[in-house]
């Protein structure tokens, strides 16, 4: 493909130097670079699809009984679900607890590796559990298609990158993940590098009437030493949105501070 790709581009180049023209086609290289940059179409049975944050889906119909042994699951289940993500470990688990409400499956596992691609965050492993199939293939592909949504508060730059979660009603993931009171207003700050996310954490403790969860930073647990401060927080439905939108206004100060314009990577929800 490679190959193929180069042999268009060096024709184009060609045809101009034989006609004196200095001006390089633009449309090409840009039309070469997009094809390039597709993903290899997969025909694995087990594959599901792919999302934002180099996120992968996969189903399992029937698991090997020595795997299951060695991952040590609390439970054991016919088939599997399995997301995996390079970027971003918050909005797969929003999104993992919004296809549990929507399907016949269970959270049994949730790891958030030091990963980013080398940047300040997780990257993250979560897997379904059912006994029906068709049930963990449709938590993949809701889980997927959620993550357009939950990607909406997360904002980057150079410098580091700032995530904001917010659901009405927390299920079994972040419950999982998070301890979060399952039925009870959730959210989750997340800012890197670390110094941020103390800051912001502050000052979301300080806006609303909620109560912390839990807390993370590089040395206390939590971020896999990475670097960056998560803190988890509950409450009322208002009270909890509050606290994000401060969060946000001043995390989006200090970052881009730092680093420049911090831009959503998609659509804001909260």
């Not at 006609?19 to 997969?42: I, L, M, R």
């Not at 599901?48 to 996969?58: D, L, N, Y």
Request: contains cysteine; aromatic residues 6%; negative net charge.
């Amino acid at each position: 493909m490679k190959e193929q790709l180069m042999e268009k581009i060096m024709e184009e180049v060609m045809k101009k130097v034989g006609t004196g023209d200095s001006n390089f086609n633009q449309e090409v290289v840009e039309e070469c670079k997009a094809e390039e940059c597709q993903p290899s179409y997969c025909s694995l049975t087990e594959f599901v699809g792919t999302a934002i944050g180099e996120t992968i889906g996969f189903v399992i119909a029937n698991v090997d009984a020595q795997l299951l042994e060695a991952m040590k699951f609390e439970k054991k289940y016919r088939s599997i679900g399995i997301i995996g993500g390079r970027t971003g470990a918050g909005p797969q688990i929003m999104a993992a607890d919004e296809a549990v409400k929507a399907t016949n499956t269970e959270i049994i596992s949730i790891e958030l590796p030091r990963d980013t691609k080398g940047g300040a965050g997780h990257g993250s492993l979560i897997i379904f559990g059912a006994e029906d199939v068709s049930d963990a293939r449709r938590a993949v592909e809701v889980t997927l298609k959620e993550l357009d949504r939950t990607f909406g508060d997360v904002y980057g730059n150079d410098a580091g990158h700032l995530e904001f979660q917010y659901t009405a009603r927390a299920s079994f993931a972040c419950n999982k993940a998070f301890n979060a009171p399952v039925g009870k207003a959730f959210g989750l700050i997340v800012g890197a590098p670390a110094a941020i996310g103390v800051l912001i954490s502050d000052t979301a403790v300080k806006a609303a009437n909620v109560e912390v969860l839990g807390y993370g930073s590089p040395g206390n647990g939590g971020t896999s030493y990475s670097n960056e401060a998560i803190l988890q927080i509950c409450g009322d439905s208002g009270a909890v949105r509050q606290a994000l939108i401060a969060a946000k206004e001043v995390g989006l100060q200090a970052l881009q501070a730092l680093g420049g314009e911090a831009k959503s990577t998609t659509t804001p929800y909260i």
